[in-house]
């Protein structure tokens, strides 16, 4: 498949069936509670965090070298990642004998970067100073790439890790209808747009009436302002803490498929993430990552109109050392107070 055509939801679903015996099918769980407290009619949440690897990243990783030739699984890949690509390629490497060469900026979590080292990936740390970190990271996996002979793989804008993301719809909508239910409103995290990318045009595809929303971190809502500009558009950055949702900007592939999924976009500041974080270990005893968190953040502040509605939110990572996730609930306990 060249790199910038869309996956139809036919690969999509052939990277359903070729996954099911490595991934985990996660829980689809259901709030009243968190209904009520959003206005809504149902509410879900995709438990996406109890993933093996602890996020959503293996599905795509795994589809993704499953289409490498012989040759190319030898030599290895080379990617770049904050942390839950890289432990997703680690695992997909593992499963699949390809030696995977991990470039991580110096200040990504270190629960993530020893999570990738102990998965057998050889860990290279970028030092990006007041530069872009997801920039200077990629120019330092290109460069890999050139001197090792590696295959480079994109952690988000690429077809197939789009092909593969897409699976966890699919996953979705059969839990969802053996629930009696047929979603009204998807609410996905956004980062660089590879998970988004893959639910939109699946969902699209089984219920063209869903309203389909982007949810990002104020300061880093690239796909937000490319959406509404029609563009490619760099979000300006700042501080947040949501670490794994800092690319400046979506991916040409991932933005296609946005657009092509009709999806809107929103963006929120830290406190309703803390909150739902909270929310989601008190209700549903879920420890998410601020990252997994911001859709569910997005719903319950009333960031995306969900009132009436049957309302689908994809918790997509967990990974969170135990003294970060205390803050954060100490934090939104301190918000709230």
Not at 186 to 193: D, E, I, L, T, Y
Not at 218 to 230: F, I, K, P, T, W
Request: hydrophobic letters at 50%.
């Amino acid at each position: 498949m060249p790199h910038t055509d869309l996956p139809s939801p036919a690969r999509i679903a052939a990277a359903h069936a070729a996954l099911r015996d490595h991934v985990r099918e996660t829980p689809l769980l259901e709030s009243t509670i968190l209904a009520s407290e959003a206005g809504a009619l149902r509410l879900f949440v995709k438990a996406e965090g109890l993933q093996r690897t602890g996020s959503f990243k293996l599905r795509g990783a795994l589809w993704r070298l499953m289409q490498l030739d012989t040759a190319a699984r030898v030599r290895g890949v080379v990617a770049f990642s904050s942390g839950n690509f890289a432990q997703g390629l680690a695992a997909a490497g593992r499963v699949l004998s390809v030696p995977v060469t991990i470039v991580m900026p110096v200040d990504a979590p270190e629960t993530k970067r020893l999570a990738t080292a102990a998965l057998g990936a050889k860990v290279v740390l970028s030092d990006h100073g007041d530069a872009p970190r997801e920039v200077v990271a990629a120019a330092l996996a290109r460069d890999l790439a050139a001197e090792r002979a590696l295959t480079l793989l994109h952690p988000f804008d690429d077809a197939e890790v789009v092909a593969g993301q897409g699976t966890t719809a699919l996953e979705c909508l059969a839990q969802l209808a053996e629930a009696g239910a047929v979603p009204d409103v998807v609410v996905s995290p956004v980062g660089g747009g590879g998970l988004l990318g893959g639910v939109s045009l699946a969902m699209r595809a089984a219920h063209p009436g869903a309203a389909i929303w982007a949810v990002e971190p104020e300061g880093h809502d690239g796909m937000g302002r490319s959406l509404r500009a029609g563009a490619r558009t760099a979000a300006p950055g700042g501080p947040t803490i949501c670490d794994a949702l800092q690319a400046p900007m979506p991916g040409a592939v991932t933005l296609a498929a946005c657009q092509a999924g009709g999806v809107q976009g929103v963006a929120v500041p830290d406190a309703p993430v803390t909150r739902a974080m909270a929310r989601a270990f008190e209700e549903l005893k879920l420890v998410l990552e601020p990252s997994g968190a911001v859709a569910l953040a997005g719903v319950l502040s009333g960031a995306v109109p969900v009132a009436g509605k049957v309302v689908l939110v994809i918790a997509s990572g967990g990974n969170i050392a135990f003294d970060r996730f205390a803050e954060c609930l100490a934090r939104a306990a301190r918000t709230q107070g």
